[in-house]
């Protein structure tokens, strides 16, 4: 009976939540369309706008699910409230646990779900839009085309002008430390790459050496390095936090920490990432609680309502402790969990209230 009554629910409040998803993302989606029909330019065009916003939307519909959970089961279990069905299967001799208990499954469903979606459906979609519409808008000016970005390998700081999707830099400046930290020597080269075994091809070099007898000057037409520097590392450093997957995060994380880096931005986004994921599964345990006070007899917009006032203080605070501990340079883990931690106390204390 139990596996049954697990299963009805389970269908009640995905359907539920499905149907607020496509909702969030319809909006959503209309939004970013908006805001990107302002930068069209060269060949990104409304047809590309178009296809941008379609490859967002899982990423955006990771982001939601904590809130379209929250609100869609609100709506399926206040339903079966409504109707009294749910006083049925307490009548019945299901107690608030095992209710409970059949919620977390459907949770745990939707956790399983989300995982997947942020970590290997989200991030490339996203990743592919992003460097699409770069391409798109910079097509007719290849000296616009890649990013700049510095990364660093010990005591060597490199500095790449454009990084383009094949891995050719342009031009590059090396930095190279003492064991002091002062500068020992500085480098350009007038184009760069990374071959297929992740060597570092340097064409004309010119370094200029440092020494306590005076400077010295080497060039050369071609100068072959190693660093511990491959295309994957250099790519994930070219990519925002959101267009990261997880394991993306951690890797970099590592790289960072290893070259005494401060991590804090992406160590932020993969504990908010871990944190809203184990959120979701919350969230119709939560609904539950509110269900059974005086949600039982309201209608579809006052659960609504709650819904959107939970879901956007949830959205709110966890972006507000995202940010200022950045800034603040708070644990990156104690603010990523805190909305979460504070979410799961408040479903506990409503449910013992039901007792």
Do not use: C
């Not at 500095?159 to 020992?184: K, P």
């Not at 970099?252 to 944190?275: F, I, P």
């Amino acid at each position: 009976m139990n596996g049954i009554l697990s299963q009805y629910m389970l269908r009640t409040i995905l359907a539920a939540t499905a149907m607020v998803l496509v909702v969030l993302l319809a909006l959503a989606g209309l939004f970013e369309f908006i805001a990107e029909l302002d930068d069209t330019q060269g060949d990104y065009q409304t047809p590309r706008v178009i296809l941008y916003t379609l490859l967002r939307l899982p990423q955006l519909a990771f982001e939601m699910l904590p809130v379209a959970a929250l609100i869609g089961s609100l709506l399926g279990l206040g339903g079966l409230a409504a109707s009294s069905e749910i006083v049925v299967m307490r009548s019945a001799g299901l107690s608030v646990n095992q209710l409970a208990g059949m919620v977390a499954v459907t949770g745990f469903a939707l956790l399983v779900f989300t995982g997947l979606l942020g970590e290997f459906i989200g991030p490339p979609l996203d990743y592919y839009a992003r460097n699409m519409r770069l391409e798109a808008r910079y097509e007719q000016d290849d000296d616009r085309l890649g990013n700049e970005t510095w990364v660093r390998d010990g005591p060597v700081i490199l500095h790449l002008e454009r990084v383009s999707s094949e891995f050719e830099f342009g031009s590059i400046y090396l930095f190279l430390l003492d064991e002091h930290n002062g500068l020992a020597s500085i480098a350009r080269a007038e184009n760069s790459g990374i071959d297929d075994d992740d060597r570092w091809i340097l064409e004309n070099l010119r370094e200029t050496r440092f020494r306590d007898d005076g400077v010295q000057v080497v060039e050369s037409s071609v100068a072959v390095e190693s660093f511990d520097i491959d295309a994957e590392v250099l790519g994930i450093s070219l990519v925002k936090p959101q267009s990261l997957s997880g394991r993306g995060l951690m890797s970099y994380v590592a790289y960072l920490k290893r070259n005494s880096l401060d991590s804090r931005r992406y160590e932020t986004e993969l504990w908010y990432r871990v944190a809203r994921t184990a959120t979701v599964m919350i969230m119709p345990i939560l609904a539950l609680a509110f269900v059974f006070g005086p949600l039982r007899t309201g209608g579809a917009g006052a659960r609504l309502m709650i819904g959107v006032v939970i879901g956007l203080a949830y959205y709110l605070a966890s972006e507000m402790l995202a940010n200022s501990g950045q800034v603040f340079n708070f644990e990156p883990a104690v603010i990523a969990w805190l909305p979460s931690v504070t979410l799961a106390i408040v479903t506990v204390f409503a449910l013992h209230r039901v007792r």
